[in-house]
């Protein structure tokens, strides 16, 4: 028996370190193992390809070269047939699959697909077999190698996607091709970019200029929002995103949310608005918006009865056709607010014009004008699943995405309509991942977590019928940066759940997390690498208060050594996140010190209490500029604190740098991945 025992204790450890040796995500369908030397790169490896397959063969070069201590060799062959090294083998049969083998022997690396999709997916399988950090910059030492073996992998959904909303704030071309190069990796294909919103017009429509007028893409100074988080693309910007991620196999999905959201067309278009409230007539912050009109919901919308605002739709969606050659156009069509059709008269009377019985009718009428336009364009039409409120009336060519409500993908394949998973139970990554007191800018509106385990445990097939399994096409996560706004703060919220994202949505969904965090392991080097900051627990926290660290009337002055957690130049946010106890604290300002010398200070009045609801100014937190960091510099975090009514008061300290050149560099680079 104890022998017995032993030799099960062994073939758990080969398992295990065979498990961590193929720790790719997402997991492949079918991996065998052939029992053969492994492949080993050397500077006399060449990389086959035929005319077909060139561009994925250059492109995977590119994304390893940095890192090999020796330049690859590409050769264009008519046949790859019997050539030793590493071959790319296109077939012709079927150009769009996805679907790919990877043969691995210790003479050659065979990737094989019938679509340069399919052979692009099984290069960045290959990637995932090699060390983590051939995807970074610097230079790899020792042997690399590649273990035997063969994979037969194809995906589950066909829809594979992630929402950038790049109007609540704006994110530069750099940083959106760095997310479509981490997309790709991870065998990820839709990027739908969210353009339009009330906090901004994000691209340029040349029949319309007013729409990237500074009063519909800037933010005013007043809000101290940092430059970069204003401005919009030109066409022709957007036309070289798409090219880029056409070559990495991503689709990039437009929005132009309409009839509501839309206050940059509102304050520019004014004869397109449904009533003659415009104010104010300029694009603010979405936690601003709280504190102007009460909510988040502006006090207008387009005018669903006017003709001039289909003429001003195909327009704009002439436009976006162009730039886009994606087969889908989103529409939005959410968070309407009915209640000022309700209330207008000239809306009323063309209801009963129409026959209508009641607002739902009118924005069923409404997406159904939308969507002709649309399809007009020959593209289809997709709408967040709050149009399915009146779905007996929605136009049969509509497109669901499925957001509200726990029956939301079932509500809408019920009906025959195309749908794609995207739950706010589930995939909002602007929701916090751990407790609201950790420091990390998340979106605590909404009053739970969403952790890792709750992104893998996800099936969006789970209670649909045969027939409605049919209408799922895929699934997607999404940001609104209304909240978290730096990439370093939408990074460290995006991951690694968007890797959770990438396994349910591709792998053939048989469920083990304690696999797949077992591959994690190795991803969070592959993410140091690629410095991309991803998320862990406590990771802002510098310090905690209790009562005897505070003072009652008079300001006490607390310091921290943040040294570790400076290591860029960038723009430091700190603060207080009171937990407990029957007092709260005053903040009367936050410095930051090199070497004893203040390089920082910001000197407003704060309140560390426990209200952090999104509407709420947050001014427990402060903003500090390192302008000219050093590596060999000591910085201390100091502040002036006081309590409120007494000094029973706990709480956590908080600080974290972002850096100024977003995917630079990572906080791990000097401390560690702890």
Not at 80 to 109: C, H, M, P, Q, W
Not at 455 to 467: H, I, K
Not at 551 to 571: A, L, M
Request: proline share 5%; net charge neutral.
């Amino acid at each position: 028996m104890k022998y017995l025992l032993i030799i099960w204790a062994c073939l758990c450890t080969l398992f295990n370190l065979q498990a961590a040796e193929y720790s790719v995500v997402p997991k492949p369908l079918s991996v065998k193992e052939t029992g053969k030397p492994a492949f080993v790169f050397t500077p006399r490896t060449v990389v086959y390809v035929t005319p077909a397959s060139r561009q994925i063969g250059e492109l995977w070069i590119q994304s390893v070269s940095r890192s090999l201590p020796f330049q690859l060799q590409l050769k264009e062959v008519s046949s790859v047939k019997g050539k030793n090294g590493i071959v790319f083998d296109l077939s012709k049969k079927n150009r769009s699959s996805e679907a790919y083998t990877l043969d691995v022997s210790d003479k050659r690396i065979v990737v094989r697909s019938e679509g340069l999709a399919g052979l692009f997916y099984g290069a960045q399988t290959l990637t995932q077999l090699m060390p983590p950090e051939v995807v970074g910059k610097e230079k790899l030492e020792g042997d690399i190698t590649v273990p035997s073996l063969q994979i037969n992998d194809k995906p589950r959904f066909q829809w594979r996607g992630y929402m950038k909303d790049v109007s609540r704030t704006f994110y530069s071309v750099d940083v959106l091709k760095k997310y479509i190069d981490i997309m790709s990796l991870y065998k990820m294909n839709t990027l739908h970019l969210h353009l339009t919103d009330d906090q901004g017009w994000r691209v340029e429509i040349k029949k319309y200029p007013r729409l990237t007028s500074e009063k519909a893409t800037h933010y005013p100074v007043q809000f101290g929002q940092p430059e970069g988080r204003s401005g919009f693309y030109t066409q022709e910007e957007l036309k070289d995103l798409v090219a880029y991620a056409a070559a990495r196999h991503v689709q990039i999905v437009p929005e132009i949310d309409v009839p509501g959201h839309c206050w940059p067309v509102l304050i520019n278009y004014p004869e397109l608005a449904v009533n003659d409230s415009f104010y104010p007539d300029y694009v603010m912050p979405f936690c601003e918006t709280y504190h102007v009109w009460g909510h988040q919901f502006t006090p207008n919308t387009l005018d669903p009865s006017n003709e001039k605002v289909y003429q001003f739709l195909d327009d704009v969606f002439t436009e976006i056709a162009a730039i886009f050659p994606s087969e889908y156009i989103h529409f939005g069509g959410d968070e309407v607010r009915h209640i000022l059709w309700e209330k207008n008269e000239h809306i009323q009377n063309f209801m009963k014009e129409k026959g209508m019985k009641n607002v739902m009718e009118l924005q069923s009428y409404f997406v159904t004008r939308v969507s002709a336009i649309i399809a007009g364009k020959g593209k289809k039409p997709i709408g967040w699943n709050d149009i399915l409120a009146d779905a007996g009336n929605l136009p049969e060519n509509a497109h669901i995405m499925s957001w509200l409500g726990s029956s939301a993908v079932k509500d809408a394949a019920k009906y025959g309509f195309p749908t794609i998973a995207t739950p706010a139970s589930h995939l909002y990554f602007d929701i916090r991942q751990g407790t609201p007191d950790d420091g990390l800018l998340s979106d605590l509106a909404y009053p739970y977590a969403i952790t890792l385990s709750d992104v893998y445990g996800y099936d969006p097939a789970e209670g649909l019928t045969s027939r409605e399994l049919d209408c799922l096409l895929g699934v997607q996560a999404n940001m609104w940066p209304a909240v978290p706004q730096e990439v370093k703060d939408i990074n460290l919220q995006n991951f690694p759940r968007l890797l959770g994202l990438a396994e349910i949505a591709w792998a053939d969904g048989k469920k083990d997390f304690a696999d797949f965090e077992n591959r994690m392991n190795t991803q969070y080097k592959r993410l140091d690498a690629l410095k991309v900051d991803y998320y862990r627990p406590d990771c802002h926290v510098i310090a905690t208060w209790s009562p005897e660290k505070v003072s009652f009337i008079d300001y006490t002055t607390w310091e921290f050594d943040v040294t570790d957690k400076v290591y860029d130049n960038g723009r430091a946010m700190a603060g207080l996140f009171y937990t407990k106890g029957n007092d709260r604290l005053n903040i009367k300002s936050m410095q930051l010190l090199e070497n004893g010398k203040v390089i920082a200070e910001d000197l407003h009045r704060g309140f560390a209490d426990e209200t952090r609801t999104t509407g709420k100014r947050k001014n427990y937190l402060y903003y500090l500029d390192v302008k000219n960091y050093r590596k060999d510099a000591k910085y201390t975090l100091r502040m002036e604190v006081s309590g409120y009514r007494g000094t029973d008061s706990y709480g956590n300290v908080i600080f974290s740098l972002s850096p100024y050149v977003p995917f630079q560099s990572v906080e791990s680079d000097k401390t560690g991945r702890k």
